[in-house]
């Protein structure tokens, strides 16, 4: 048997609350909060999605799931209204007692998180973290440095790896295909804003790979030669969800911890 309390504790641990922006609504978001609560609910299975979906949270109810934890928050701001699929999702969990707990960019940017996965995924070699901060108390982001394994390699040769491990559903670059990737940014999902961009071109990264970008975030990197590659929102955050639900099932094999992908919100015509 696992306390809630204990499983929450663990959680905290591997992705720190205070790493997370200042404004994103990490923790959790359906389902008691305080000490006292925590305590009194057990745990026999959990599932853990990219997105707190209808058809994740449908699993979740079919498993039998007392806790879903999901990247994306299920509430973004303060409610001003309960509807839609919101509504849908929020009646799901209440029937059948589920609590929802969100990891965001906590777990981005957090050891072993979404970044790191994503960096260990296409077999590039880390070589530090940076701390950028895009507005004075904005947050700071923990962007991942790192390299080629061999120091050197060509954009278009990193285009072919991305390709193979991440299977996307189109990729999006900025530079020359024989042009030498030596020094990268990594910042996945939506880890393209032009302070971002900035900051890596100020501290010499040739090449700067995210989720998405903007075309005004792709304008800048093509004028000011810095190589940008996006490789999909999803593509980039979902295995380190995964890699989340397999650290939990190490540290708590009593329990049932499910991985429910949520696959593309969307396709390419």
Request: with cysteine.
């Amino acid at each position: 048997m696992v306390l809630l309390s204990e499983f929450i504790e663990f959680l905290e641990r591997i992705a720190p609350p205070q790493l997370a922006l200042p404004d994103d609504l990490v923790g959790m978001q359906i389902g008691g909060y305080r000490r006292t609560e925590l305590d009194k609910k057990t745990l026999r299975c959990v599932v853990v999605s990219l997105e707190p979906s209808l058809a994740a949270v449908q699993y979740a109810a079919d498993v039998k799931a007392q806790l879903m934890i999901t990247h994306h928050p299920l509430f973004y701001k303060n409610l001003k209204d309960l509807t839609g699929s919101t509504l849908q999702k929020v009646r799901a969990l209440i029937s059948n007692y589920a609590s929802l707990y969100v990891t965001h960019s906590n777990w981005d940017f957090a050891e072993n998180g979404v970044n790191d996965t994503l960096i260990n995924l296409i077999g590039l070699v880390k070589t530090g973290v940076t701390s950028i901060e895009l507005k004075p108390g904005g947050g700071k982001f923990l962007t991942r440095l790192c390299s080629p394994p061999k120091n050197l390699m060509s954009l278009k040769l990193l285009l072919e790896v991305l390709n193979s491990k991440l299977n996307p559903q189109r990729l999006i670059y900025v530079g020359d295909l024989e042009s030498e990737v030596e020094n990268i940014m990594i910042s996945c999902g939506a880890g393209a804003e032009i302070p971002l961009l900035k900051a890596a071109c100020s501290m010499g990264v040739d090449t700067y790979i995210t989720g998405e970008a903007s075309y005004h975030s792709l304008f800048y990197a093509k004028e000011n030669n810095l190589k940008l590659i996006t490789a999909g929102h999803y593509e980039t955050e979902n295995p380190g969800m995964k890699r989340l639900s397999q650290m939990l099932q190490v540290e708590f094999p009593e329990l049932k911890i499910l991985f429910f992908d949520s696959q593309q919100a969307g396709y390419c015509y």
